[in-house]
């Protein structure tokens, strides 16, 4: 991974951070009389088990850590460049080769860090808020899992992006770029796993509700069109898109997905303790 991928990386992490001391800040905030009144007449959809919880934490947090600590900040050079033939690529993915826009770039880039915002709307949400320790923990857990395999798919493939094969680019534009980190998009798999988590999360909560097909469609719509974007900047083939959207979308709708069979567990066994905050904990 070189330097320039490293940064934006790294800018996603700030954000991931960011957004989650938000969130336990505010809830020490918001109307503890009001939360309670919820507590009183709302079932939680989600229960923790540590021993899930701490495996898959540790998981996302190891992967995460140990994929920017060992990744390759070396630049392209020219020799690596001017060996590269279309020919490398498949017939599927050769369309790709011949597209590089700028604007395009930018506006990926958007989506993904309003993606990765877009949790704190989750608050909105009176029982959501009320029961936020659990959200903040899926959410944790889900882009900590996600960065992980991202960086780690990057890491291990060092595919070339189809940039550098665009012979209308001339090369020293291609040196310093994020070259190698084509498969697969993180743009698209952090995307995907943020808005199927809300989905998820959303859903979970109100289980009822009418609107299920057009959260469903937008959580969709939006890291394909991220996709698509980073397809015409010339950043990723079809097949980085599509690794990325599958592997964002099955851990944005599992890591909640998990926590909500723990609690159904626990529906039929009532094995619990108390956490600090007088809540229960499932085992």
């Known amino acids: 991974m070189t330097f320039k991928s490293q940064s934006v990386t790294l800018n ?28 009183k007449t709302y079932e939680k959809p989600y229960a923790i088990n540590w021993k899930t919880d701490v495996p898959i934490a540790s998981i996302g947090l190891g992967l995460t850590l140990s994929q920017l600590f060992t990744a390759d900040h070396a630049l392209l050079n020219y020799d690596y460049v001017l060996s ?31 993606s990765m915002s877009a949790p704190m709307l989750l608050l909105a949400d009176p029982s959501i808020r009320a029961d936020w320790k659990n959200t903040l923990l899926i959410t944790s857990e889900t882009f900590l899992v996600g960065m992980g395999l991202t960086l780690l798919a990057k890491n291990l493939s060092n595919r070339p992006r189809p940039f550098l094969y665009n012979d209308n680019i001339a090369v020293e534009d291609k040196l310093g770029a994020d070259g190698t980190n084509s498969f697969f998009s993180g743009h698209t798999s952090m995307t995907a796993l943020s808005t199927f988590m809300m989905a998820k999360i959303i859903t979970d909560h ?16 939006i890291p394909v069109t991220t996709g698509i974007l ?3 900047a010339g950043k990723h083939f079809f097949t980085d898109i599509i690794a990325g959207f599958t592997v964002g979308a099955l851990t944005g709708y599992f890591v909640p997905f998990i926590h909500q069979s723990i609690k159904q567990r626990r529906d039929i066994k009532q094995h619990y303790s108390y956490d600090y905050f007088g809540d229960k904990i499932y085992y």
């Open 206 to 221: 109100h289980p009822h509700t009418k609107l299920k097909p057009f959260i469903w469609a937008t959580a969709t719509a």
């Open 84 to 114: 590269l033939q279309n020919k490398e690529v498949n017939e599927f993915d050769e369309s790709a080769i011949n597209n590089y826009s700028y604007k395009a770039q930018k506006a990926s880039d958007i989506l993904l860090y309003t």
């Open 12 to 39: 996603a992490i700030k954000y991931f951070i960011l957004l989650h001391v938000f969130i336990g800040s505010t809830q020490f905030t918001s109307a503890q009389s009001h939360l309670n009144n919820i507590l």
């Open 230 to 232: 980073r397809y015409q």
